[in-house]
T-cell receptor, first 111, second 115 residues
Framework: EDQVTQSPEALRLQEGESSSLNCSYT??????LFWYRQDPGKGPEFLFTLYSAGEEKEKERLKATLTKKESFLHITAPKPEDSATYLC????????????FGTGTKLQVIP | NAGVTQTPKFRVLKTGQSMTLLCAQDMNHEYMYWYRQDPGMGLRLIHY???????AKGEVPDGYNVSRLKKQNFLLGLESAAPSQTSVYFC??????????????FGPGTRLTVL
């Protein structure tokens, strides 16, 4: 069974204090790994898709990386508006497969 | 483009009542999904559709039914609501499940409380 584990569950940073969120996964033949941002009371907002180990993608202060067992979401010099829950999800290979989501990391950035 | 929209945004039901949640997308996506999100748990797939007129069960389908009569709409029905169905429901859509078009885009959610 596919599994996604995100750590830490919650993270509190000072503005400007860089850090990383972890997503460990077990999946049969990864076809894609997704990162989403979710603000309170809203739907998940797509950030990145990674397809193969070694791949990296960046967007503003966020950079996502992928290995064969885990993905990291690096946040450089975060701002209060980066506060949100970040979700990781994996899509197995081989025909139609369902996406498995992690429970998320709740990030709070303090001014 | 509005993307993925959901109605209603909030609803309170009594046990045993029925209701339908509507999801609409204007991105011409083939695939549509219904998820529920509960505290401490990841998004769980209820039902999905791979095209107009086709639906399939996901991870937690019991107590729910769906229909996809038009490509842009995906309906989720609760025939006899139970307190265990209190949750936030999200609809999502994607072009397909073939990279790089398999990214799912989500609606804003419907918060349902069953008393």
């Amino acid at each position: 069974e596919d599994q996604v584990t995100q750590s830490p569950e919650a993270l509190r940073l000072q503005e400007g204090e860089s850090s990383s969120l972890n997503c460990s996964y077990t999946v049969s033949g990864l076809r894609g790994l997704f990162w989403y941002r979710q603000d309170p009371g809203k739907g998940p907002e797509f950030l990145f898709t990674l397809y193969s180990a070694g791949e990296e993608k960046e967007k503003e202060r966020l950079k996502a990386t992928l290995t064969k067992k885990e993905s990291f979401l690096h946040i450089t010099a975060p701002k209060p508006e980066d506060s949100a829950t970040y979700l990781c999800a994996v899509l197995p290979g081989g025909g139609y497969q369902k996406v498995t989501f992690g429970t998320g990391t709740k990030l709070q950035v303090i001014p | 483009n509005a993307g993925v929209t959901q109605t209603p945004k909030f609803r309170v039901l009594k046990t045993g009542q029925s209701m339908t949640l509507l999801c609409a997308q204007d991105m011409n996506h083939e695939y549509m999904y219904w998820y529920r999100q509960d505290p401490g748990m990841g998004l769980r797939l209820i039902h999905y559709s791979v095209g107009e007129g086709t639906t399939a069960k996901g991870e937690v389908p019991d107590g729910y039914n769906v229909s996809r009569l038009k490509k842009q709409n995906f309906l989720l029905g609760l025939e006899s609501a139970a307190p265990s169905q209190t949750s936030v429901y999200f609809c999502a859509s994607s072009y397909s499940t073939g990279a790089p078009t398999d990214t799912q885009y989500f609606g804003p959610g419907t918060r349902l409380t069953v008393l």
